[in-house]
C-alpha cells in the first residue's frame, strides 16, 4: 500500500487498541506483530473460537477444544502485543481511550479498530433469549448442546406420549446458514445415530422443524442451491416451514402465523445485531446497529478509528452491504493494518475492496451447498469443498488434526463424540 508515511523524527511508539479477537481483530493483530507499535488486543474471553464449526459443538460432534484457541499462545511470539482479558463499556473517540469494564482503567490510542462482531437479535422480543437461546459463543453451544442431550434423556423417561412429543420435537428459528446447518445436524443425531441409545422412542417418534420467515432457505445462496438445500433437508426428515413467523415463544412451543408448534427445545438462529458498545462511538447506525463506514473502513471524520467485520456497515461499489463472514472480516483486518502500518493519511488512503471467495454451508454427510467464483456445487463434492476449506481456516496443526480425525470417526462409525450433560 505504497511507502511508510510516518515521522521518522518521532521516537514515541504510538499505541494501537484492538476490541475483539475474532477474525478481524487477531488479523489485525498478527499483522502488527514485531512492528514499531505498542498493540493491545482486548476480549471478554481468552480464547480465540472458529465460529464456522460452533453448531458441531452444540450438537455433540466436537468438543470446544477442537475450534478454540487460547489468544495468548497464538501471539506469544510477538513481543509488541499485549493481551488483555476484559470488557470495554465505552469508547470516548474524542480523546481516544476505552474504558475497560473490570479494572474499571481507561486506556488511550493513537489508533482503534473495534472488531466486537455481532450477538444474536430477538428482535426487541429479548424474553425469549432464556427459553430459545442463540448460537454465538462456546457457551451458548454447550447450553444448546445440553438442552438437545438433556431433551431425549427427559423423553426417555416419559409416560406421557403429549409430553413426549413435545421433548422430541426440536424447533429451529431462522434458515440461513447457522439453521440451516444446526438442522441438518439435529436430523442426524435425532433420526440417526444417537437414538439409538434410547428404548423408549423411536427415530420416526422425533421431529425436525426449521422456521424461516422469507419464501427460501439460505436467502443469501443461488434459489437453485437454497431448493437443493431444502430438498436435502427434507430428506434427511427436516420439516422445513417457509413465510412462517414467529409471534412468541413460551415454555411449551412456538406461536407462528401458521399455528402454534409444541416444543420443549427451540434453538434461535433468525438475526444478528451488533454490540450495544458501538452506540458509544455516537456514529450513524443501520437497522441491526452497525457502524457505517467509509471506503477505508474509517468512522467518518475520525480516520484513527476503524470498524470491521460483523460491526461495521459497508457498501460495496455495487451498494450491496458486505455480510457478516470470517472472510470480510479477515480481509478488512488485512486492510487495516495495512494503512496503520503504513500510517497512510485519510486522503491518500486506498478503498477496501472485498474479494469474495465463495460461500458454502453444510447440511448433513456428504450432503452442502456451495458456490465458488461462479460454480455451484452441491451433494459430495461440495460437502468435500466445504470440509477442506474448514480444515484448511482452522488456527494451529493440533485443531485441524483432531478434527479431521473426529469428522472421518463420525462418517464410518455415525457416532457423535462428546455427550455429556455437565451444566447441572
Known amino acids: 500500500m505504497g511507502g511508510k508515511y510516518s515521522n521518522e523524527s518521532n521516537y514515541m511508539k504510538k499505541q494501537v487498541i484492538i476490541l475483539g479477537a475474532g477474525f478481524g481483530g487477531l488479523t489485525v493483530a498478527k499483522n502488527l506483530g514485531d512492528t514499531e507499535f505498542n498493540v493491545i488486543l482486548i476480549d471478554k474471553t481468552n480464547h480465540h473460537l472458529f465460529q464456522p464449526l460452533l453448531y458441531q459443538v452444540a450438537t455433540a460432534a466436537l468438543s470446544p477444544s477442537d475450534i478454540a484457541v487460547p489468544i495468548r499462545s497464538l501471539l506469544i511470539s510477538y513481543k509488541n502485543i499485549k493481551v488483555i482479558m476484559d470488557e470495554v463499556v465505552s469508547i470516548d473517540k474524542i480523546n481516544?481511550?476505552?474504558?475497560?469494564?473490570?479494572?474499571?482503567?481507561?486506556?488511550?490510542?493513537?489508533?482503534?479498530?473495534?472488531?466486537?462482531?455481532?450477538?444474536?437479535?430477538?428482535?426487541?422480543?429479548?424474553?425469549w433469549e432464556q427459553i430459545a437461546p442463540g448460537l454465538k459463543t462456546l457457551t451458548d453451544a454447550l447450553v444448546i448442546r445440553e438442552k438437545i442431550i438433556e431433551a431425549l434423556e427427559l423423553a426417555e423417561k416419559e409416560n406421557d406420549k403429549n409430553l413426549m412429543k413435545k421433548y422430541l420435537t426440536f424447533v429451529i428459528v431462522g434458515g440461513g446458514p447457522t439453521g440451516v446447518e444446526l438442522a441438518g445436524a439435529i436430523a442426524e443425531i435425532a433420526k440417526e445415530n444417537m437414538i439409538k441409545d434410547y428404548k423408549n422412542f423411536k427415530p420416526e417418534?422425533?421431529?425436525?422443524?426449521l422456521i424461516e420467515a422469507a419464501d427460501r432457505i439460505l436467502p443469501s445462496f443461488d434459489k437453485k442451491l437454497s431448493e437443493q438445500a431444502k430438498e436435502d433437508l427434507e430428506q434427511m426428515g427436516v420439516e422445513v416451514k417457509l413465510q412462517t413467523k414467529v409471534e412468541n415463544v413460551s415454555e411449551d412451543g412456538v406461536f407462528t402465523n401458521n399455528g402454534f408448534i409444541p416444543s420443549k427445545t427451540i434453538i434461535w438462529a433468525a438475526g444478528n445485531q451488533a454490540s450495544q458498545l458501538l452506540n458509544s462511538l455516537e456514529a450513524e447506525l443501520d437497522r441491526a446497529g452497525r457502524v457505517i463506514v467509509n471506503k477505508d473502513c474509517s468512522l467518518p471524520n475520525h480516520p484513527e478509528i476503524f470498524v470491521i467485520g460483523d460491526a461495521a456497515h459497508f457498501e460495496d461499489e455495487n451498494g450491496n452491504v458486505l455480510p457478516g463472514v470470517a472472510q470480510v472480516a479477515i480481509q478488512q483486518g488485512k486492510f487495516v493494518s495495512e494503512i496503520i502500518k503504513n500510517e497512510i493519511p485519510f486522503d491518500k488512503r486506498p478503498i477496501f475492496k472485498y474479494i469474495d471467495k465463495g460461500t458454502m454451508a453444510t447440511i448433513g454427510k456428504a450432503k452442502a451447498v456451495a458456490e465458488i467464483k461462479g460454480f455451484k456445487l452441491t451433494g459430495l463434492l461440495a460437502w468435500l469443498a466445504w470440509s477442506l476449506v474448514h480444515i484448511f481456516f482452522l488456527i494451529g496443526f493440533r485443531n485441524r488434526f483432531r478434527v479431521m480425525i473426529e469428522w472421518i470417526?463420525?462418517?464410518?462409525?455415525?457416532k457423535h463424540g462428546t455427550r455429556l450433560i455437565v451444566g447441572k
Open 205 to 209: 417418534d422425533t421431529k425436525v422443524i
Open 409 to 414: 470417526w463420525y462418517y464410518i462409525t455415525k
Open 96 to 127: 481516544r481511550s476505552v474504558m475497560l469494564k473490570n479494572s474499571n482503567s481507561i486506556l488511550q490510542f493513537d489508533y482503534l479498530v473495534v472488531a466486537v462482531g455481532a450477538h444474536h437479535s430477538y428482535f426487541g422480543k429479548n424474553d
